[in-house]
């Protein structure tokens, strides 16, 4: 089934985020978290896919297929295109068709210094380009909310995002944000540029201190000040900052649902424990 069929009833989509397990053999160990999500009833569950050409690439394959075989759940894989050529994307395209895979989430990835970068895809458009005609696959794009750290400007960011869009991403996940108005705004934008697929915001409930500081270095996502009262007065009380930052992630979510927007993506950080606690307190309003 692919992702685009989920919005055409106009119903909102609620999907998850999980990553695959970093120890070889630690695939069975994520039964538990899929046990969890799958009864929360997601519409589909996205897969990362490691950054920078990383050697965990193919255990997303392998936790795509079980989310498909044995939770009869619609996988989304994520697949990123820097640090591959030609024949190595049409060789996890070829193993996604044999699988049935047909949802892609369409990335360039991520810059490593580490690895080197390959000349024939220089963004998601481009292997989006060169798949279409490939396989029967339906296309996810990423979008940012504050722009890409990379892009000069808003501008130019969605003139490049409209280009993904024609070249044939169907849904745009957004990387996650804890100010609405800025959603509302990238989302009316969009609308503006003439993109008219669902825009579905990514939501990440902040449950730590060191995660915050990580989403601030890694995606510059801002705070806005109702948010960084709560995380100064309770940064050293960990109790009191994990029911804050569940409590602000299930306010931005109902706000969001009260709204235009076709669905909600969450960021679960394989944490079902967080992901259930979410959808209890949302569940009446999607
Ligand atoms: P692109 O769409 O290619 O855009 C990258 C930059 O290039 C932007 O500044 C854009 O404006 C610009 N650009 C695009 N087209 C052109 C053009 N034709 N000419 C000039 N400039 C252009 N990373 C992972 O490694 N693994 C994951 O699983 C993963 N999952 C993600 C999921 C979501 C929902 C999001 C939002 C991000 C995810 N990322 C993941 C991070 C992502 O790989 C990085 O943000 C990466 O830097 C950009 O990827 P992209 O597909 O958005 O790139």
Avoid: W
């Avoid at 609620?14 to 069975?28: A, N, Q, R, T, V």
């Avoid at 498909?68 to 060789?91: F, G, R, S, W």
């Avoid at 029967?136 to 722009?147: R, T």
């Avoid at 003139?159 to 070249?167: C, I, M």
């Amino acid at each position: 089934m692919k992702i685009t069929d989920f919005h055409r009833d106009k119903r909102k989509s609620l999907s998850f985020e999980i990553f695959p397990p970093k120890k070889d053999d630690s695939l069975k160990n994520i039964d538990g978290t899929l046990e969890v999500l799958s009864e929360l009833n997601p519409d589909y569950i996205s897969v990362t896919f490691g950054a920078g050409g990383s050697a965990n690439c193919n255990k997303t394959i392998e936790l795509a297929k079980k989310i498909k075989n044995d939770y009869k759940i619609e996988p989304v894989v994520h697949l990123t295109c820097l640090h591959y050529d030609k024949a190595q994307i049409d060789e996890f395209a070829r193993i996604l068709s044999a699988e049935g895979i047909q949802n892609i989430l369409a990335l360039r990835g991520d810059r490593n210094p580490n690895v080197p970068e390959k000349k024939d895809f220089q963004h998601a458009s481009d292997m989006i380009s060169y798949l279409k005609d490939k396989g029967d696959f339906c296309f996810l794009g990423a979008c940012y909310p504050e722009c890409h750290p990379e892009s000069p400007d808003k501008i130019s960011e969605m003139k490049h995002l409209q280009e993904k869009v024609e070249a044939g991403a169907e849904v745009l996940l957004s990387q996650l944000f804890f100010d609405n108005d800025i959603f509302y705004d990238f989302a009316d934008n969009c609308k503006i540029a003439g993109i008219h697929v669902p825009v579905i915001p990514g939501i990440m409930p902040v449950i730590n201190a060191s995660q915050i500081r990580r989403m601030v270095t890694m995606c510059g996502a801002s705070f806005p000040p109702r948010f960084q009262k709560i995380i100064h007065k309770y940064e050293d009380n960990k109790e009191a900052l994990f029911d804050a930052g569940m409590a602000y992630a299930v306010s931005q979510i109902i706000d969001l649902l009260t709204s235009d927007i076709e669905g909600i993506h969450l960021y679960t950080m394989n944490n079902p424990a967080v992901a259930k606690k979410i959808c209890d307190s949302i569940r009446n309003f999607i």
